[in-house]
């Protein structure tokens, strides 16, 4: 695997292929969660008309997605 043109070790990274794949899960797993906070907050503010519940739930969306798509993507095609 190579980061900027350059193997990864030689960033002194001695970090097992197995590590890597489960960080990438935890995170994906993470990332799930988020979303579905993000989810369970924007519909019970439904009600209450909070603007700042509605601003947190759209940043728990938008970095539940971002996570999980970046580390799903991670765990799919690590070499």
Known sequence: MK????PISFFG???S???????NLIFTVWGICCILI???????????RSKVQHIV???????GILASINNLLQY???N
């Not at 980061?3 to 350059?6: A, I, K, P, R, V």
């Not at 292929?17 to 960080?23: E, L, P, V």
């Open 13 to 15: 990274s001695n970090v």
């Open 38 to 48: 993000g989810i369970v907050v924007l519909l019970g503010n439904h009600k209450k």
């Open 76 to 78: 799919l095609f690590w």
């Open 3 to 6: 980061l900027f043109g350059m």
């Open 17 to 23: 292929s197995k590590t890597i794949q489960t960080g």
């Open 57 to 63: 739930a759209l940043g728990l969306l938008s970095v």
